[in-house]
Antibody, heavy 117, light 110 residues
Framework: EVQLVQSGAEVKKPGESLRISCKGS????????IGWVRQMPGKGLEYMGI????????RYSPSFQGQVTFSVDKSISTAFLQWSSLKASDTAIYYC??????????WGQGALVTVSP | QSVLTQPPSVSAAPGQKVTISCSGS????????VSWYQQVPGTAPKLLIY???RRPSGIPDRFSASKSGTSATLGITGLQTGDEADYYC???????????FGGGTRLTVL
């Protein structure tokens, strides 16, 4: 069974750094793109970008280029989403999802990130 | 502001049928596959439809979808209270070089 399990909720202050994780299991993690999706409070889904674990190739949505960093550790089948300096506007739920062809077929449970002074 | 336009809300009575539209352009829906996702409040999105009109295993045939030109439509028949959720269309945009989701449609089963 394909599963994506994300790290838990985080509460941070503006300016702090953060890395959240997404661990895949039940499939060959290295050979499927992983996507990241943001959902701000009460809002819709926003595509952030994707990463291919085998080569660490990344493709960022223009809206998120330079704002976040995607990375992976193939040895532990885990993808990461990282911020170097959080802002209050980064408060949101972040989902990882497996990309197959042109759709996201399995999703993580989401990780709530709260940035507050 | 998404490049894919969905109605903010739709509603219908139990047992009835509802359709949700997703309007795009030639740089996205016009030349790319469309997928649909269901998000029950407080939970993660779930894939309902992929490649315009295909259902993953486990998705009942009450859910169907189609695409024509630069628009796509999700249909749900035999509405149940459990279908109350937000529904999102998704595709890829060649001019943006990125994926896109519609703004989402809240379905209320009256």
């Amino acid at each position: 069974e394909v599963q994506l399990v994300q790290s838990g909720a985080e509460v941070k202050k503006p300016g702090e750094s953060l890395r959240i994780s997404c661990k895949g299991s039940g499939y060959m993690f290295a050979y499927s793109w992983i996507g990241w999706v943001r959902q701000m409070p009460g809002k819709g889904l926003e595509y952030m970008g994707i990463i291919y674990p085998d080569e660490s190739e990344t493709r960022y949505s223009p809206s998120f280029q330079g704002q976040v960093t995607f990375s992976v550790d193939k040895s532990i089948s885990t993808a990461f989403l990282q911020w170097s300096s959080l802002k209050a506007s980064d408060t949101a739920i972040y989902y990882c999802a497996r990309l197959i062809d042109a759709h996201f077929d399995h999703w993580g449970q989401g990780a709530l990130v709260t940035v507050s002074p | 502001q998404s490049v894919l336009t969905q109605p903010p809300s739709v509603s219908a009575a139990p047992g009835q049928k509802v359709t949700i539209s997703c309007s795009g352009s030639s740089s996205n829906i016009g030349h790319k596959y469309v997928s649909w996702y269901q998000q029950v409040p407080g939970t993660a999105p779930k894939l309902l439809i992929y490649d315009n009109d295909r259902r993953p295993s486990g998705i009942p045939d009450r859910f169907s979808a189609s695409k024509s030109g630069t628009s796509a439509t999700l249909g749900i028949t035999g509405l149940q209270t459990g279908d109350e959720a937000d529904y999102y269309c998704g595709t890829w945009d060649s001019s943006l070089g990125a994926g896109e989701f519609g703004g989402g449609t809240r379905l209320t089963v009256l």
